[in-house]
């Protein structure tokens, strides 16, 4: 009797130990490797398209990036949407029938607030810019972040272009937990379904300013890749403790990228890839001095670098 118990506890720790050695062996298999250089469209590509939506991230597959950059937050109803502020902001979005809006009436449309179907019927892409005069006129709206995803994938599959990577920031700072987005955890767990659901958590980077999200992301989803965007003019070894793992990539605003750092960050096998980068000197400087990619509005200028 005591046998006959044992034998089946012992048969199936070794299934559950060869299971998880193959789950394990699947997955790192199927991670494809970053971009040698990663050039990647910011907000889609904000400089030539209205930022955040499904035409500029078709404009930036145009122009051959490898990695589109995108905004993210949730609305009232759960929805993970596509967009870069809390609020509907007054510089590029009108209301529904096409009016502006002023700063003040802007605080009335928080996205957290409302759930999609209203969020949805904002007019964006047909006001001026003026910070981003070449942007093009184009009526759209904010999307929905599984919408966007279906938007490049068929547009990827139809055109047979490269599969691209999806570098996707959660925005959330830690005074606006309940009130302009969701906690941490919520925030990822809504983040990370709709990545699995539409099957790219191996495409997908997960970027935030906020180190609790990536905390959440690392500890849950270890296997879907984490980047530690960087405005602070704290050093790379705070900013790493502070983070408390280590990062796929490290994204600090490109004016505090120094030689050093790239070489302390190397040293870890951390990728560095500075954001906004917006004129070919800064693109071509940055890149010699070592960096791994390059952010910009202006992905236009990519070719240049294939010169």
């Given at each position: ?44 590509a904000?400089?030539?398209m209205?930022e955040?939506s499904?035409?500029a ?7 051959g ?5 995108m ?5 009232k ?21 096409g ?8 605080q ?15 007019e ?5 810019y ?24 068929n547009?990827i ?9 999806y ?17 941490p955890?919520?925030?990822?767990k809504k ?5 699995e ?11 935030s ?11 849950q ?35 505090l ?10 040293e870890?096998n ?12 800064d ?20 070719k240049?670098?294939?010169?």
């Amino acid at each position: 009797m005591i046998l006959h118990k044992i034998v089946p506890v012992a048969v199936t720790a070794l299934l559950l130990i060869s299971s998880c050695k193959s789950t394990e062996t699947i997955t790192k298999q199927q991670m494809p490797e970053l971009p040698a250089f990663d050039t990647e469209g910011h907000r889609g590509a904000r400089g030539l398209m209205p930022e955040n939506s499904i035409p500029a991230m078709m404009k930036a597959l145009e122009l051959g990036v490898t990695t589109l950059e995108m905004d993210c937050h949730v609305t009232k109803d759960g929805k993970v949407v596509v967009t870069h502020d809390p609020y509907i902001n007054p510089l590029y979005a009108r209301t529904p029938d096409g009016k502006d809006i002023t700063k003040e009436e802007s605080q009335n449309y928080a996205i957290y607030q409302m759930d999609y179907d209203q969020v949805r019927r904002f007019e964006m892409g047909t006001k001026f810019y003026d910070t981003y005069p070449h942007q093009q006129k184009v009526k759209t709206y904010i999307p929905l972040l599984a919408e966007l995803i279906d938007s490049v994938q068929n547009h990827i599959k139809a055109n047979n272009l490269p599969q691209v990577f999806y570098n996707i920031e959660t925005k959330s700072v830690a005074n606006g937990d309940n009130t302009i987005h969701p906690e941490p955890a919520v925030f990822v767990k809504k983040l990370v379904e709709v990545l699995e659901e539409k099957k790219i958590t191996e495409w997908a980077i997960v970027q935030s300013f906020d180190p609790r999200t990536l905390k959440v992301l690392h500890e849950q989803y270890p296997n879907i890749r984490a980047s530690l965007l960087v405005s602070n003019k704290d050093s790379f070894e705070e900013n790493i403790e502070r983070l408390g793992f280590t990062p796929v990539v490290y994204s600090p605003n490109y004016k505090l990228v120094t030689p050093e750092l790239i070489a302390k960050a190397h040293e870890k096998n951390i990728k560095v890839i500075p954001w906004t980068v917006n004129t070919a000197e800064d693109i071509a400087r940055l890149k010699a001095m070592g960096v791994d990619g390059i952010i910009s509005d202006y992905p236009n200028m990519y070719k240049e670098l294939q010169n």
